[in-house]
């Protein structure tokens, strides 16, 4: 099945940095979507990206969606505390037969150090 | 507050227990999800729902079983599980499910423990 790397796995950050992360994967969707969870609840949708090149933000978040459709990535600029918890992307290919599963990235843990 | 709840939120379960996780969406959503979260995993799916009717069924073993009485509520009965069945289960909603992405939106998860 459909395979995404997410990096870094983990980031330790000083409060007021800013932070990129992405994901890859060797085959190509339709959508990416990432996501927040925080501890003890579920993820909660940041940005959803439709069209190969697209420059999406939502606040301090800004996400891309790859020209070849196999990666993209989040930035968060001027880090605060409540940015800690784990990020999450998810990607999505659909086609004339019907749309598969989203499939998960493992996380990027981002922790912010006062 | 996604507009999905999850209860119960944790549950302690021994391995010849059966017991039902519950979810509902107040969202107006036609489709719903499980998904299972395990540590250092990424989030697997496991059964997905259009229209009160099973779409997917990702093999997940037979002593998980899926209930879904109408598009607001979704059921996970479970029975004889194994301790690596631990793990937090997260429901999800979405608009629709078909032929392009609709969002998903997900509940907070019911942490389960199986001994």
């Known amino acids: 099945g459909q395979q995404l790397n997410q990096s870094p796995q983990s980031m330790f950050i000083q409060e007021g940095e800013d932070v990129s992360m992405n994901c890859t994967s060797s085959s190509i969707f339709n959508t990416w979507l990432w996501y927040k969870q925080d501890p003890g609840e579920g993820p909660v949708l940041l940005i959803a990206l439709y069209k190969a090149g697209e420059l999406t933000s939502n606040g301090r978040l800004t996400a891309q969606f790859g020209i070849t459709r196999k990666d993209s990535f989040l930035n968060i600029s001027a880090s605060i505390p409540s940015d800690v918890g784990i990020y999450f992307c998810a990607g999505q290919l659909y086609s004339g037969g019907g749309a598969d599963g989203l499939t998960f990235g493992k996380g990027t843990h981002l922790i912010i150090q006062p | 507050e996604t507009g999905v709840t999850q209860t119960p939120r944790h549950l302690v379960m021994g391995m010849t227990n059966k017991k039902s996780l519950k979810c509902e969406q107040h969202?107006?959503?036609?489709?719903m999800y499980w998904y299972k979260q395990s540590a250092k995993k990424p989030l697997e799916l496991m059964f997905v729902?259009?229209?009160?009717?099973?779409?997917e069924n990702n093999s997940v073993p037979s002593r998980f079983s899926p209930e879904c009485p109408n598009s607001s509520h979704l059921f996970l009965h479970l029975h004889t599980l194994q301790p690596e069945d631990s793990a937090l289960y997260l429901c999800?909603?979405?608009?629709?499910?078909?032929?392009?992405?609709?969002?998903?939106?997900f509940g907070p998860g019911t942490r389960l423990t199986v001994t």
């Open positions: 969202l107006g959503h036609n489709a």
């Open positions: 729902y259009s229209l009160e009717e099973r779409v």
């Open positions: 999800a909603s979405s608009q629709d499910w078909g032929q392009e992405l609709y969002e998903q939106y």
